[in-house]
C-alpha cells in the first residue's frame, strides 16, 4: 500500500491566508445582523456538502449540488444589502483611491483640508439650531470628495457660513431634508441622499438621521454631526462610533483634531 503525501507549499499557505481573510470580512460585515444566521447556515451547508462529496454519497450527492450550482446567485439575492456595502465601503477606502485616482497627477492643487474658521462657522451654526431645535445633518469630508454622495443632492458649491447652513436646514425650507457635505472650505451640496443600513441597532431616542449618520460613517472616513429635531443635542459620528449630546466647544475639538490627522495623512501621501 502506497503512501499518502501532502505537499503544502508557500502558494497554499498564501491560498489559506487569503480564503481565511475574506472569511473574516465576510464575517465582520454580517456581525451582529440578521444576515450573520443565513450566513452561518449557508457555510454549513457547504461543509455538509464536501463531508458527503468525499463520502461519495451519490443521492445526497446530486440533491446538494443542485443547490450549489445556484449558490453564488443565492447569495447575491439574500446578501445584495451587504455586498453594496461592502463594495462602497472597498471603493471608498483612502489607500484604494489614492492609487487609482488620477486626480492626484492632475489636481495637486485641490485640498480637501477644512480650515479652523469653517469648523467654527459649522459650530456656530450647530449651537444656533440645537436652541431652537432645528434638526441637521452635516457631512464633513476628511480624505475624499465624496463625488457620488454630492451628486445625489442639489449642488450649491458656496462659502461655509452659519447663516447659510442655518438657512438650508429651516424647517421651512425646501432643501431641509438630508444631508449638507462640506468639502474643504465648500459647501458642496444639500439635501443629499445618505446610504441607511436598517440591520443597525439604535437607542430609542436616536432618529433616522443618526442612523443615517452612523451608515455613512461605516462606508467612509467622514465626520457627521447631527442636530437633534426632538431635543435639539447635537452628536458626532465618525468610523461607527457616536458621541451624544455634546457641547459645541466639545464639537470643535472633535473636528480640528481629525483635520490635523486628514492634513498629516494627506502630507504622508
Not at 456595502?85 to 477644512?114: C, H, P
Not at 469648523?119 to 431645535?133: G, N, Q
Not at 429651516?170 to 441607511?196: Q, T
Request: neutral net charge; charged residues 20%.
Amino acid at each position: 500500500m502506497g503512501l499518502l503525501f501532502i505537499t503544502f507549499g508557500f502558494a497554499d499557505f498564501v491560498d489559506i491566508l487569503l480564503v481565511a481573510i475574506i472569511l473574516y470580512q465576510l464575517y465582520k460585515l454580517v456581525r451582529g445582523t440578521v444576515a450573520m444566521s443565513i450566513f452561518v447556515g449557508l457555510m454549513l451547508l457547504y461543509l455538509v456538502w464536501l463531508v458527503v462529496k468525499f463520502l461519495n454519497l451519490n443521492l445526497l450527492s446530486t440533491i446538494l449540488d443542485s443547490f450549489i450550482s445556484v449558490g453564488v446567485i443565492a447569495v447575491i439575492i439574500l446578501f445584495q444589502q451587504e455586498i453594496r456595502k461592502f463594495l462602497l465601503l472597498l471603493g471608498n477606502t483612502d489607500s484604494v483611491k489614492k492609487r487609482f485616482s488620477l486626480a492626484r497627477y492632475f489636481d495637486k492643487a485641490t485640498s480637501l483640508a477644512t480650515s479652523d474658521s469653517t469648523l467654527h462657522e459649522i459650530c456656530r451654526a450647530c449651537r444656533d439650531m440645537s436652541k431652537t431645535k432645528t434638526g441637521a445633518l452635516i457631512v464633513v469630508a476628511n480624505n475624499s470628495e465624496l463625488t457620488t454622495f454630492v451628486q445625489s443632492g442639489d449642488t450649491l458649491n458656496a462659502d461655509v457660513s452659519y447663516r447659510l447652513i442655518e438657512s438650508v436646514f429651516f424647517k421651512n425650507s425646501p432643501m431641509h431634508d438630508g444631508a449638507m457635505i462640506i468639502v474643504g472650505d465648500r459647501i458642496k451640496a444639500a439635501r443629499c441622499v445618505l446610504p441607511i443600513d436598517d440591520d443597525l441597532v439604535l437607542p430609542p431616542h436616536l432618529g433616522l438621521r443618526h442612523r443615517a449618520a452612523l451608515s455613512m460613517s461605516n462606508v467612509t472616513e467622514a465626520t457627521i454631526v447631527v442636530v437633534s429635531e426632538e431635543t435639539g443635542s447635537i452628536s458626532h459620528v465618525r468610523k461607527g462610533e457616536i458621541k451624544y449630546d455634546i457641547t459645541d466647544e466639545t464639537l470643535m475639538a472633535l473636528l480640528r483634531s481629525e483635520t490635523s490627522t486628514a492634513e498629516q495623512a494627506t502630507g504622508k501621501s
